[in-house]
């Protein structure tokens, strides 16, 4: 499961709305890249937790309630962050689910997000099974050699497979679902908060190696947000309606080592673009009203909706599906800014919309 959002300025939400009309209109044609790969935890994942057993899945009412066809494992009431960066490259679908994707399908893309996943394996692993980095990873080796096959010519693949775009987002979950369970992991007891950024963050760079390796070359690394705004969180640690201060700078520790990550992965392979997409910037708060951070569905003890919750009649003007993860009109916010960056704080070196751009020596 991931967090995302902090108390998200009403003017914003508004904002975000207004988008909405465009990208109703502006997902037809080619898309600007051939191919658009998802990694990540539940704010990207599509259904990939659906048949494994977890609780940390979201196949069930209300999630989905404004997706056109209803619940089908999205942590969210309609599209997430993965589905509309896609339709602002131009995909005409969505991206289908490692755990679905057909044949035909593969060579244009493939999710392999899962809820409450992380950089490390046990991360989530109280609430059952996941698919974490490593195993993501893994996945895409299957489907770059099915790729091979079905488009048999090996340098068109490689050439394929450098012009995709690759979206990563790790991490939450090894907070939420690990660091900050003491009863259930031991890192808390190992690492200093400055330590555990340090490993997760020397872990991830191996981790993007290897997708470089399978020949990734346009890839674009999510921070976290802010953590310790979520409604889950503030209501775990008992700070009665403010965020969790500590658990925010814990946060800030690991994404303030993705910026000279990402400079070290763009040095070492000058071929390859990395950049990073600073989802607390994106978030904070710039005047105007805060919206209370609420959950709009009722909740589950761990945060998830309750299955066929009534859930509030506005979820353009909720930050919180529920007590973790963004309503689609919060997920709008951050795909646009991420696509097309409205600040230089926003993202580093370049927004998606460049790294599609980009000509380098791939
Ligand atoms: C294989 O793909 C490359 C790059 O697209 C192309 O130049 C070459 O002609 C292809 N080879 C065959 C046998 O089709
Ligand atoms: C929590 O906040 C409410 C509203 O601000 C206040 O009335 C209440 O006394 C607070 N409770 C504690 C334990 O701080
Ligand atoms: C990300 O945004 C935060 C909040 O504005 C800022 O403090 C931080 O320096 C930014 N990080 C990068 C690498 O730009």
Request: with cysteine; net charge neutral.
């Amino acid at each position: 499961m991931a967090i995302k959002l902090c108390q998200l300025p009403f003017a914003l939400l508004i904002i975000g709305l207004a988008q909405l009309e465009t990208f109703v209109v502006g997902t037809t044609g080619v898309p600007r890249v051939p191919c658009y790969f998802i990694f990540g935890d539940s704010l990207v994942d599509c259904g990939n937790n659906n048949d494994l057993e977890t609780a940390a899945k979201a196949n069930y009412a209300p999630y989905g309630m404004d997706f056109p066809t209803g619940a089908n494992g999205r942590f969210t009431n309609g599209l997430t962050i993965a589905d509309l960066i896609g339709q602002l490259l131009g995909f005409d679908h969505f991206i289908p689910s490692y755990a679905s994707a057909r044949d035909e399908e593969i060579s244009s893309g493939v999710n392999y997000g899962s809820g409450s996943a992380g950089i490390r394996e046990e991360t989530g692993k109280h609430l059952g099974d996941r698919v974490c980095m490593d195993r993501q990873l893994r996945h895409h080796e299957r489907i770059t050699s099915r790729i091979r096959v079905l488009q048999q010519n090996k340098t068109f693949t490689n050439e394929h497979l450098k012009e995709c775009i690759y979206i990563v987002n790790m991490g939450n979950n090894d907070y939420i679902n690990n660091y900050l369970m003491p009863q259930f992991y031991k890192t808390s007891h190992k690492y200093r908060m400055e330590q555990y950024s340090e490993v997760l963050a020397e872990q991830y760079t191996k981790q993007l190696k290897k997708l470089y390796r399978l020949g990734a070359r346009r890839i674009a690394v999510f921070g976290l947000g802010m953590l310790g705004c979520a409604p889950a969180l503030m209501q775990r640690f008992e700070t009665n309606g403010t965020c969790v201060d500590w658990i925010n700078d814990a946060v800030m520790l690991f994404n303030n080592r993705l910026h000279p990550l990402v400079e070290e992965l763009n040095y070492v392979y000058p071929n390859a673009r990395f950049t990073f997409i600073n989802l607390t910037n994106i978030l904070a708060p710039k005047g105007g009203e805060p919206l209370p951070n609420k959950p709009c569905c009722p909740v589950r003890p761990d945060g998830q909706c309750v299955p066929n919750g009534v859930c509030c009649p506005s979820r353009s003007l909720s930050v919180y599906i529920d007590s973790f993860h963004p309503t689609e009109i919060a997920n709008i916010l951050l795909a646009t800014r991420a696509y097309k960056a409205q600040s230089n704080l926003d993202v580093y070196p370049m927004d998606i919309g460049q790294l599609t751009r980009d000509r380098f020596d791939a």
